[in-house]
């Protein structure tokens, strides 16, 4: 995404112009899809800032009322989802930190 910035948050990162955009599109795909429900998304960020802050956001957009919370990686692990959607919380020209450790995204 052009122009966006990318905070330090302790170790963690925070994107919300991904964040943002990520659940913005899943809200116009229900509207495209009626078929489709938001109980069948997942999000999930490798930064916990990107989660406390998409979770914020999830509250004011009614086609997603049934979607459930955005998760941590660590804390999703060992399950899954028919629609994913993962929220690195980087940009270009920036690493991804541990995330791209190919062990994490296993």
């Known amino acids: 995404m052009p122009n966006t910035k990318v905070y330090s948050v302790g170790t963690s990162k925070l994107n919300r112009m991904q964040v943002k955009g990520a659940l913005e599109l899943l809200s116009d795909f229900v509207k495209c899809s009626p078929d489709v429900s938001p109980r069948d998304f997942v999000v999930i960020s490798a930064h916990k800032p990107n989660v406390e802050y998409g979770n914020k956001i999830l509250k004011h957009l009614p086609l997603l009322e049934d979607m459930p919370p ?37």
């Open 70 to 106: 955005l998760q941590s990686a660590d804390s999703f692990q060992g399950r899954e989802g028919s629609i994913s959607v993962i929220i690195t919380g980087t940009k270009e020209g920036v690493s991804a930190g541990f995330v791209s450790d190919e062990n994490r995204l296993s």
